[in-house]
């Protein structure tokens, strides 16, 4: 076999792996607002700032009381309904005081001081 011929073929099976991958990955969580064929997600984000309460409207009549995604400003998020709610309530990895409690913003709002002034202050919120 020639060279070019071997090539092309890895190239096309690497293709193949590669979209397999790809499409293997994906949610079985529907997407409320997916991007059209040539409309890229950053334009859904662009348009949930305007047209944010009309596609949340949307999605709560098209989905009811299953979770969905659900492309915002922020970037994707998943929406569940309040039935889950008493599921999720317990949940040690979803607790709202042990996160935020990690993440000690009062550690990087003291950083930036000190990058500022040069020296440390303590704060205690």
Do not use: W
Request: glycine share 4%.
């Amino acid at each position: 076999m020639s060279m070019p011929i071997i090539t092309t073929v890895s190239l096309a099976v690497v293709a193949l792996i590669s979209l397999a991958i790809i499409t293997s990955n994906k949610s079985k969580i529907p997407l409320a607002n997916p991007p059209d064929r040539f409309q890229t997600a950053f334009s859904r984000q662009v348009e949930f700032i305007t047209h944010g309460l009309d596609v949340v409207k949307n999605a709560r009549k098209r989905y009811g009381k299953q979770p969905y995604r659900l492309i915002t400003n922020i970037g994707e998020m998943l929406v569940l309904p309040p039935s889950y709610a008493q599921m999720i309530r317990n949940e040690k990895s979803l607790h709202f005081g042990t996160t935020f409690a990690q993440v000690r913003h009062t550690d990087l709002f003291c950083e930036q001081c000190h990058a500022y002034s040069g020296r440390r202050i303590s704060m205690a919120i």
